[in-house]
């Protein structure tokens, strides 16, 4: 089945929700319209149970097949928020909020899994449960963490879990996924490197913070080159280096350095974590001055796919696209995803799906192209038709 009929059917109709949805583009946990308008739908199709308020704003739909002989539950998952970005597509569509844009495509995940989700309602080819997950947060806010913390797993009986992000310049229609890592941790640190400051003419005088934190920046830079195992990848980068003075003849008494860290492994993330810290002590401690980690942000961990649920992915996104047009090596990314809190608590996979050549995500003229919604909603229902399968 390449595209599922129905979808080819009522494609303006889920095009007129996508647009819907890209003009009312809501931040973090402040999707209040986009869950209130995924709720109404859900009910409208006559989901078994349609759940708000999980993990804040998050929604849960439940559809039950036309027999439930297996107990079977699947949940699929798909993101609301949007970005603090002012749109620049001169669509028509275009976001009614000021700087606030649905650049990351989430309003075309939402709409890929209602639009499933009215098709599966209307058909029940299966056996067992659908569990549509909508979560909030996506963006820095960690609402997929909130929905698990929530008791999102256990209150559903989930027993795998599936999620789909859009990717501009793989064509419509086409998929891409690897097993194992597959999106990045990404932590953030605040380093306050503290010596004494005095006459910038006059630097015997003083424990000057700046060398101190240069030193320190470029032996940061040896996390990845010579402490981690090349074959894991990681990434350090210092992105602030600041003082309290503007002045050309003061050495300030402070540097404040901010960065991140990126990785594709426990292992590596774990390491960096530890190093950033020693390092940072006992560079400052080799000039006489101290540095202090201020704040040591664990964000997202990694996104790791599990195997066997990835071959389940490829062999829905292999039914609906053909092999050609399906990336089973595709490369990791070092950008981080939400969705790696739900594959910790229950095996499953993340998907790309393909959105053509608009510009890419985060930028302010991106659109998501409204013709992948029946590709991307074609493969959750054939995965739930295939997890689920009727007669098993
Ligand atoms: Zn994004
Ligand atoms: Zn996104």
Not at 25 to 45: H, N
Not at 278 to 294: D, L, N, Q, S, V
Request: net charge negative.
């Amino acid at each position: 089945m390449p595209v599922h009929p129905r979808l080819s059917e009522l494609h303006s109709t889920h095009t007129a929700w996508r647009r819907d949805l890209h003009a009312h583009p809501e931040m973090l946990y402040d999707t209040v319209r986009t869950a209130g308008f995924v709720a109404d739908k859900l009910r409208e199709f006559g989901c078994d149970e349609v759940v708000t308020g999980v993990g804040r704003v998050g929604v849960v739909g439940v559809i039950h097949g036309q027999s439930r002989v297996s107990d079977r539950v699947v949940g699929l998952r798909a993101d609301m928020d949007a970005l603090p970005i002012n749109e620049d597509t001169g669509a028509a569509h275009a976001s009614l909020n000021p700087g606030v844009m649905h650049a990351c495509g989430h309003d075309g995940h939402t709409t890929m899994l209602l639009a499933a989700a009215q098709v599966l309602a209307e058909t029940r080819n299966f056996d067992g449960s659908a569990v549509l997950i909508f979560q909030p947060a996506e963006e820095g806010g960690g609402g997929g963490k909130a929905m698990c913390d929530d008791g999102l797993m256990e209150r559903f009986g989930i027993q795998e879990v599936y999620g789909m992000h859009n990717m501009p310049t793989l064509p419509v229609g086409s998929f891409a996924i690897r097993p194992g890592p597959f999106f990045a941790s990404a932590d953030e640190w605040i380093i306050e490197v503290t010596g004494r400051g005095g006459h910038a003419a006059m630097p015997h005088l003083t424990i000057d913070p700046t060398v101190v934190a240069s030193h320190l920046t470029l032996a940061l830079q040896t996390i990845a080159s010579r402490t981690v195992d090349p074959m894991l990848p990681v990434v350090v980068s210092v992105t602030s280096f600041r003082t309290a003075s503007d002045a050309f003849n003061v050495i300030p008494p402070s540097v404040e350095l901010r960065g991140t860290v990126r990785a594709l492994s426990a292992e590596a993330r774990e390491i960096a974590l530890r190093r950033v810290t020693e390092i940072a002590t006992h560079t400052a401690a080799t000039f006489g001055a101290t540095a202090t980690c201020r704040e040591y942000k664990l964000g997202y961990p990694v996104t790791t796919n599990h195997p066997l649920e990835t071959q389940h992915a490829l062999t829905a996104a292999r039914a609906i696209a053909g092999n050609e047009q399906v990336n089973a090596n595709a490369p990791a990314v070092l950008g981080a995803e939400d969705f790696a809190f739900m594959l910790n608590e229950r095996p499953g996979a993340y998907i790309l799906t393909g959105n053509g050549d608009t510009a890419n995500l985060h930028h302010p003229a991106y659109d998501f192209d409204d013709a992948a919604i029946p590709h991307g909603a074609s493969f959750w229902i054939e995965l739930i038709e295939q997890r689920l399968p009727l007669g098993s």
